[in-house]
């Protein structure tokens, strides 16, 4: 299974942005469909911090409240494709962005054994 995610990009504070993670390689049986879809972010000089995941209905999703009302995580999943649509970016959005997949409910803000990752790409917001 591969994870590929879109570039990221340099936008200026108040603007947007839209990430994507497409999945590949998925088995018989274990389709993207089965696997709960996340976000995840580092800032420069700190640890990972979870931003949003989104169930396997597509419907039930959960962020950070740093994020809440500003972005909007959604799934397709006849592309196999994640999504994280950023507005009234902020410069402490900026951070390296990964997609992450994983079968299991956890504590989102805490747990990040996630079975797959994406490589991370680049927001940087300029104030």
């Known amino acids: 299974v591969q994870l590929v995610e879109s570039e990221g990009g340099l936008v200026q504070s108040g603007g947007s942005l839209r990430l994507s993670c497409a999945g590949s390689?998925?088995?018989?049986?274990?389709?993207?469909?089965?696997?709960?879809g996340s976000w995840v972010r580092q800032a420069p000089g700190k640890g990972l911090e979870w931003v949003s995941t989104?169930?396997?209905?597509?419907?039930?999703?959960n962020y950070v409240d740093s994020v809440k009302g500003r972005f909007t995580i959604y799934r397709d999943n006849a592309k196999n494709t994640l999504y994280l649509q950023m507005n009234s970016l902020k410069s402490e959005d900026t951070a390296l962005y990964y997609c992450?997949?994983?079968?299991?409910?956890?504590?989102?803000?805490?747990?990040?054994?996630?079975?797959?990752w994406g490589q991370g790409t680049q927001v940087t917001v300029s104030s």
């Open positions: 992450a997949i994983r079968q299991d409910i956890v504590d989102w803000a805490s747990s990040f054994n996630y079975k797959y």
């Open positions: 390689g998925f088995p018989f049986s274990n389709y993207f469909s089965t696997y709960y």
């Open positions: 989104i169930y396997t209905d597509g419907t039930t999703t």
